[in-house]
């Protein structure tokens, strides 16, 4: 019976983490001493029950596919993470680590030594040997670059040149070439001698004796043509390419918006380097917008929820003690107003739908601005209509949203003049919060940045402090 690869939902993965964790418990209690048996059995009994567990655990583990693993991982406490992983066949390390987040990944990768790092990377392909070189010692780098032959060290050299965010670092080079002057059957002969083709392989890339890319060989068409016609004249001549410097996101977009399951990548002479596929971009996206959402929470880097205290004080503070002087900023204006407030105590409770509202709408105006410029939607020639736009949709919202808020304060209150103020405030402070949530973004993009890290908090800060100002500001000049 052929092996297959059973796609596991999220319950039957809960149900491998379990017999693990069930295995390991096991495990502790052999090597609990208050659990042995007296005298002279102890040690037979214990040294006995303890292969037994070691035994089935790694039976267990051989079993579950390595992306699997790499969940289970990740699941674990540090102690028992480690003892699983001492006990995944050394063969199926390099296919683990592919799949297992960043920090966890650093690790196990600090608990192996050289041997064993190299051993477990030269099981991997060129452009994997590549994703993992930027966690790897550099003595193993060049252990691995000397066991490679020359043009597989070649390759590496070329993927590891490439920044992360870039089409390069995505390359492929495993791929199938064919010329335009051969016949479909003797194309289908080499494939027959492959041991097998690379994954995803939907095309054929057609080139010519210098590696120039003429067109590509649809699968598809092979499968359906005349054997005895010749490559050059069924061959696709228009076709998505990419560059090894284009942005990976570009790259990403090409993607979506043809359908595309692979895409030869060419130099600048039109010289075929490699391929990027479809696997890669989705791995791209996700890693791509798990960045972003950590960004915007105010973690600077993934965090392995298993990590030492000191670890993850580290990764969270920063933005939280950003956090504190922006919310101090906010308290020490409207402490400046402390008159009016103690006049007026109602203030005191209305002040926050002015900044909470504000916020939520600035939040909405910043995320529709980070997603356009991700989509490569907004240009130096689109900005002030967009800005036109988002002031006037905010000044909308506030005209309406005003009158509901100004109503409430009215009515808790009996003082028209405090629902005119909150009216006004309202109005005013969605302006601010609309400004803040796309000028943030696009002056971040235009200096080279992420336009979603630091945007949240940014905007927290004004529509806060400006919230308040304007808010009680108001109330100063017209209810005293």
């Given amino acids: ?40 059995d102890r040690d037979r009994a214990g040294s006995a029950a303890h292969k037994a567990h070691l035994a ?44 297992l987040s960043e920090p966890v990944r650093e690790s196990l990768i600090r608990t192996m030594d050289s041997d064993e790092l190299v051993a477990a990377v030269e099981t991997l392909d060129t452009d994997e040997i590549a994703e993992l070189a930027p966690d790897l010692p550099d003595e193993v780098i060049q252990d691995v670059f000397r066991a ?19 089409v390069g670092a995505l390359m492929d080079f495993d791929v199938v070439s064919v010329r335009e002057d051969v016949t479909l059957e003797v194309v289908t002969r080499y494939l ?48 998505v390419t990419l560059y090894p410097d284009d942005k990976a996101q570009d790259g990403a977009q090409a993607f979506e918006r043809y359908n595309l399951v692979s ?39 993934e965090e392995d929820v298993f990590s030492p205290v000191w670890a993850s004080v580290r990764n969270r503070a920063p933005w939280l003690l950003l956090n504190l ?25 209305l002040m926050s739908i002015v900044a909470g509202i504000a916020g939520n709408s600035g939040n909405q105006t910043m995320t529709l601005i980070i997603r356009a410029l991700a989509l490569g939607q907004i ?25 509901i808020a100004g109503g409430f304060a009215y009515s808790i209150s009996g003082r028209l003049g405090l629902g005119a103020v909150m009216w006004a405030a309202m109005v005013l402070n969605l302006l601010v919060g609309a400004s803040v949530g796309m000028l943030v973004p696009l002056l971040r993009w235009r200096a080279g940045r992420d336009p979603a890290v630091g945007s949240s908090v940014l905007l927290t800060f004004a529509t ?9 500001g108001l109330a100063t000049l017209f209810l005293l």
């Avoid at 922006?326 to 105590?345: H, K, L, M």
Wanted: include cysteine; aromatic fraction near 6%.
């Fill in 325 to 349: 002087f922006t919310a101090s900023c906010a308290a020490w204006v409207a402490s400046r107003f402390e008159g009016t407030v103690s006049q007026i105590v109602v203030l005191a409770f």
């Fill in 148 to 166: 490679l032959p020359v043009e597989e060290r070649e390759q590496l050299r070329a993927a590891m040149s490439y920044p992360e965010d870039a």
């Fill in 56 to 99: 089935e655990l790694r039976g267990r583990l051989d079993e579950i596919h390595p992306a699997d693993i790499a969940y289970i991982l990740e699941a674990l406490p540090i102690d028992e993470r480690l003892t699983v992983w001492d006990l995944v066949k050394a063969e199926r390390d390099g296919e683990i680590l592919l799949e």
């Fill in 192 to 239: 027959r001698r492959l041991a097998e083709l690379p994954d995803h392989t939907d095309q054929l890339f057609v080139v010519d004796r210098e590696q120039q890319l003429k067109g590509v060989l649809p699968i598809a068409r092979l499968v359906v043509t005349d054997l005895e016609t010749q490559v050059g004249d069924v061959m696709a001549t228009e076709f």
């Fill in 379 to 403: 240009q130096a020639d689109n900005v002030r209509r967009l800005l036109r736009k988002e002031l006037t949709t905010a000044a909308l919202i506030g005209l309406a949203g005003g009158l």
């Fill in 263 to 301: 895409a030869a990548v060419i130099d600048q002479a039109g010289k075929l380097l490699g391929r990027v596929t479809v696997d890669a971009v989705v791995d791209f996206i996700r890693a791509k917008s798990e960045a972003e959402q950590l960004s915007k929470a105010g973690l600077r880097e």
């Fill in 1 to 40: 019976m052929p092996a297959t690869i059973e796609r596991k939902e999220l319950e039957d993965l809960q149900q491998d983490l379990e017999a693990v964790r069930e295995l390991l418990r096991r495990q502790r209690l052999v090597e609990d001493p208050l659990d042995r048996p007296p005298a002279q």
């Fill in 464 to 472: 806060d402090t400006i919230g308040f100002f304007i808010f009680l």
